[in-house]
């Protein structure tokens, strides 16, 4: 698939570069608007990734050039201009879709395959698993070459899970990606049409079983009988295995250019300083407001996610058509200097929950800023949350009618009416007083605060915000795993895996004992008294298996809950686990909320069975 990029950031189109290479795109750049247009009327692209701001030929002129000369191809605007008018200038002149900056690789990702999905670019891909093939192009799923004939919806559930081999999908998320907000079954339909769909591929002859299910957790697809080498996934002496996409390529690009943003402050340096001796020219201001441009775009995505703050703030200053007031140049010249600091921080490294919350949660955000929201719905998903956007109360009111969400995000003020979201509070708090409100405002006053606490909502979050202070928010007022504190004895011979699933299990109010030395294991067994044990069936020394065998063999800790991890599914290293006493799996790489759900209903399950016992007796 072959793009144009059109970017005069260096470090931006560098790093873009890096990224669309590493997921199989060809990539063209032009540095200017007149380079980009004569390449997209002489090469054939299947997409354009097109800056707003770039010289010679703006993005906006670019756009209504090429629609005006018939140009067909999809065009992808990026651009650090985030207000309403703006966007609809920019879909006006012909832009098919647009990405604020800064942007989320992994989001931007996404917009582009859909934009290749949605003409035609990408629809001849065949999707397969095994001896069985699904053809987008054709609407046609085989098996040996023979067709199965399968309902609209089974087609769909087939295809999410084929274009998406590693992923879990909940009832919930399958609900929300084939059915649309107010118009989807109940979560037992998702149950139903797998059931069919399993049905209908065994019936077609293939033996194996295509989906899994991960109990407590949703759906995904099985590895296929001889697949291809996954994403992520590593060699037995621990190497990447040849075409993972990851974002390694891309970090030692944002490392080598990091030092880059210094020479673009100085820039802003040099229009503080004629700002305050009174003789900024032209050239200068220009050259100035370029690269303030350019930092509010790049900074966030490079770790410095207060430097795009900051550089928007002096871009909209520099925008000024009249000359700036003393007022406005002490403000410019403050601005800098907080952007020389950030400069001085390290970078910020954007990194998901380590536990995400189960996917059974429904967020209604309602607000109009549109980056914001772009923001949360890019990692909504990683937090395990449903996220629906309204933009204005009378959406919010009508989204709310369709189905009632598990919580809300709610600003106070909007640009299109002087109605208060302190009404729509009230109404939601007197409608269904035990969803939980979070108000998120830059209002700030007493009064305010008095208000929202009058009327019933949970939290008061000011603005601004970074996502992660958003989404740990929203946790808080979200129902809780109710089991209470236990302990979990881990033991495996990698401390590295040890500290990662010590951090996953923790935040749940577990008390989590790691061992590293496998012959010490029954000596802290003993002294802790665990409620669950988790063995590394593969250990130098003592493996799992046997630890597994001691522990059915003692009379007092015989009932004792284990878990083993693995890397080996095989059916007979399985049944030699089960067969040693272990009473779960879980397949290497571990899962998050995989190894979570497992190790709480197993704690829970066995404490049940402890009380009914007590009860009975």
């Known amino acids: 698939m072959k793009i144009l990029l059109v970017e005069d ?246 490392e080598r250019f990091r030092n880059s943003f210094v020479g673009q402050v100085a820039v802003l340096e040099q229009a503080k300083t004629a700002l305050l001796a009174g003789n900024l020219n032209e050239d200068l201001q220009q050259n100035a407001l370029r690269e303030a441009h350019k930092l509010a775009g790049s900074m966030g995505s490079f770790g410095y996610p207060e430097g795009s703050r900051l550089g928007r703030k002096i871009e909209h200053l520099l925008l000024e058509d009249s000359s700036l007031s003393p007022e406005q140049i002490s403000n410019f010249s403050q601005l800098v200097t907080a952007l020389q600091q950030e400069l001085t921080k390290p970078a910020v490294t954007s990194t998901a929950p380590s536990v995400p919350m189960r996917q059974t949660h429904r967020l209604l955000v309602i607000d109009d800023d549109t980056m914001l929201t772009e923001q949360l719905q890019a990692e909504a998903d990683s937090w395990g949350i449903r996220m629906k956007v309204a933009p204005n109360l009378a959406t919010a009111r009508s989204l709310f009618s369709l189905k009632t969400p598990d919580a809300v995000l709610l600003d106070l003020s909007f640009t299109t009416t002087e109605e208060d979201g302190l009404v729509l509070l009230s109404e939601i708090v007197e409608r269904s007083p035990n969803i939980p409100v979070i108000v998120f405002t830059g209002r700030d006053t007493l009064a305010d605060r008095l208000k929202v606490s009058r009327l019933g909502a949970r939290q008061f979050l000011h603005k601004p915000a970074t996502t992660e202070e958003i989404f740990q928010a929203i946790a808080r007022v979200l129902p809780q795993p109710q089991t209470s504190e236990a302990k979990v004895l881990i033991v495996d011979d990698d401390p590295v895996i040890l500290a990662g699933l010590s951090a996953l299990l923790t935040p749940w109010g577990l008390e989590v004992i790691t061992l590293s030395q496998s012959q010490q294991f029954w000596k802290v067994l003993i002294a802790t008294s665990p409620d669950l044990v988790v063995l590394d069936l593969e250990m130098p020394i003592v493996n799992g298996l046997e630890l597994c065998k001691v522990v059915r063999q003692d009379a007092q800790w015989g009932d004792l809950p284990i878990l083993v991890v693995t890397a080996h599914t095989e059916a007979e290293f399985l049944q030699q686990a089960f067969a040693a006493g272990a009473d779960d799996f879980i397949s290497k790489p571990v899962l998050g909320p995989e190894l979570v759900t497992r190790v709480l209903s197993r704690i829970q399950r066995t404490r049940w069975r402890s009380q009914a016992g007590r009860s009975k007796a």
């Open 9 to 254: 950031d260096v470090l931006l189109s560098t790093a873009l570069f890096e990224l669309l290479s590493a997921n199989r795109y060809t990539i063209d750049i032009a540095s200017n608007g007149q380079a980009g247009l004569e390449l997209a009327l002489s090469t054939e692209y299947e997409l354009i990734l097109l800056d707003w701001l770039i010289p010679k030929l703006d993005g906006i002129t670019l756009c209504r050039q090429l629609r005006k000369q018939g140009y067909r191809k999809s065009i992808l605007l990026l651009t650090g201009k985030n207000s309403n008018a703006d966007i609809v200038a920019g879909l006006d002149a012909g832009a098919d879709d647009y990405v604020i900056k800064p942007f989320d690789p992994e989001a931007l990702l996404a917009r582009i395959r859909s934009l290749l999905r949605r003409n035609g670019a990408i629809s001849s891909s065949i999707l397969t698993w095994g001896n069985l093939c699904l053809d987008p192009s054709a609407g046609r799923v085989t098996c040996n070459e023979q067709e199965i004939l399968l309902t609209a919806t089974e087609y769909k559930l087939l295809e999410l899970f084929l274009q998406n081999p590693d992923r879990i999908f909940s009832r919930a998320v399958i609900l929300d990606r084939l059915w649309g907000f107010g118009d989807a079954p109940t979560e037992n339909a998702v149950t139903t049409h797998i059931k069919d769909l399993r049905k209908k591929l065994k019936t077609a002859g293939i033996a194996e079983e295509l989906l899994e299910t991960v109990y407590g957790m949703g759906y995904r697809l099985k590895p296929a009988p001889n697949r291809p080498i996954s994403v992520g996934e590593k060699n037995q002496d621990g190497k990447k295995k040849p075409g993972s996409k990851d974002m390694t390529s891309v970090n030692r690009v944002l």
